[in-house]
């Protein structure tokens, strides 16, 4: 989030006696700090009438950049209450440029996913002195497309940071930069594998990009962005690439075959699942009664997220006829 932390007004929490803002009073030392906590039973007296009041509980707590001998070890309290550009706390010393606490009211937040593997991601390096006229883009569209219909713009890359370098200073300097996919992959629809193509859009007065490229993470191979597109300030760097089909944890498969197949051949040694350490899923197969669907079922409590899978159709599988597949058929998927 964002403060003017040197217009932070303090004073003691009741009981552990720890640093608590209570108010921001102007507009002094407009800084970014980290939120890494709360605890809503903080009590600091706020009117200072010795009476615990709503309004007076409840606190953030904020990590500086500012090294250990700042307040209680490098972190401290802000007040719920210090949030409001009006105290709700009855008789509360009054601030003639109090202000809502945080910029806009507004903090941003990264969520941590308990497993997580990363399935494209892309690579470039910029080089400015003015990352403030700077702004990157993701993007996926079909392959008739020329603009993409998916897109992801990260906050940091989108003319924002001021009017610096890559580096904080104003001397021009060099940045490599990574960025994920794999959200954007997460809410299209991939369930059909298919060559799509892949976007990394990027503007920037005074800045130059290079080193660009995306990596296939599930194949660990890496592609250069060949393909151009201008539209307006813009420049579209893409590249077409197929991914493996990306499906739910609880995919039921349903292959269908040209001719009807001969039952006692439908059999897990004939079709299965494996995974990249070659031990096979423990999947049920049935042959439907159309004879020429199979459907696999997903093992017992799912795939695993993000893990590839390869599915194997040997030609042990006959046709009633008693002909096998010309060749043996292997599609990899991946799990969201
Ligand atoms: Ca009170």
């Known amino acids: 989030m964002g403060t003017y932390f040197r217009s ?20 002094l030392g407009s800084h970014g700090m980290t939120v890494v906590g709360y605890d ?10 010795g009476v615990k009041e709503d309004g007076e509980q ?74 403030n006229q700077i702004s990157v883009m993701l993007g996926e569209s079909a392959t008739s497309a020329s603009l993409p219909s998916a897109t992801w ?42 060559i799509t193509k892949w976007y990394l859009r990027y503007k920037g007065s005074g800045a130059t990009f290079s080193n660009m490229y995306v990596t296939d993470e599930t194949r660990n191979t890496s592609y250069s962005l060949t393909g151009t597109y201008t539209n ?13 089909s990306i499906v739910n944890a609880g995919k039921q498969w349903n292959l269908t075959f040209n001719w009807p197949l001969k039952s006692a051949t439908v059999t897990k040694q004939n079709i299965f699942i494996r995974d990249t350490k070659n031990n096979n899923v423990n999947n049920t197969l049935k042959l439907n009664s159309d004879e020429k669907t199979v459907t696999v079922d997903a ?38």
């Not at 309290?77 to 003639?96: I, Q, R």
């Open 153 to 194: 713009t990260p906050y940091i890359f989108n003319s924002n940071g001021g009017a610096f370098s890559v580096d904080g200073s104003t001397t021009a300097s060099s940045a490599t930069i990574v960025l994920d996919y794999t959200d954007i992959i997460k809410n299209i629809d991939l369930s059909k594998a298919g």
């Open 58 to 131: 409840g606190a953030f707590k904020i990590v500086n950049s500012h090294g250990s001998n700042w307040k209680g070890k490098g972190w401290a309290w802000f007040a719920y209450d210090a949030l409001n550009a009006v105290s709700s706390v009855p008789d509360a010393p009054v601030y003639d440029a109090r202000r809502q606490g945080w910029f806009n009211n507004t903090f941003y937040w990264v969520t941590a996913y308990e497993s997580y593997t990363p399935i494209l991601t892309s690579e470039s390096t910029i080089n400015t002195n003015q990352r």
């Open 232 to 244: 307006g300030a813009y420049t579209y760097k893409y590249k077409q690439l197929s991914l493996p």
């Open 299 to 336: 093992p017992q409590g799912g795939y695993l997220p993000g893990k590839r899978y390869n599915m194997n159709i040997t030609s042990n599988v006959r046709t009633k006829g008693g002909n096998g597949l010309s060749s043996p058929s292997v599609f990899e998927f991946i799990v969201k």
């Open 40 to 49: 809503d039973d903080i009590w600091v007296d706020i009117n200072g009438n």
């Open 8 to 27: 932070w007004k303090w004073k003691k929490s009741q009981g552990t006696s720890e640093d608590v803002c209570i108010a921001v009073d102007g507009t």
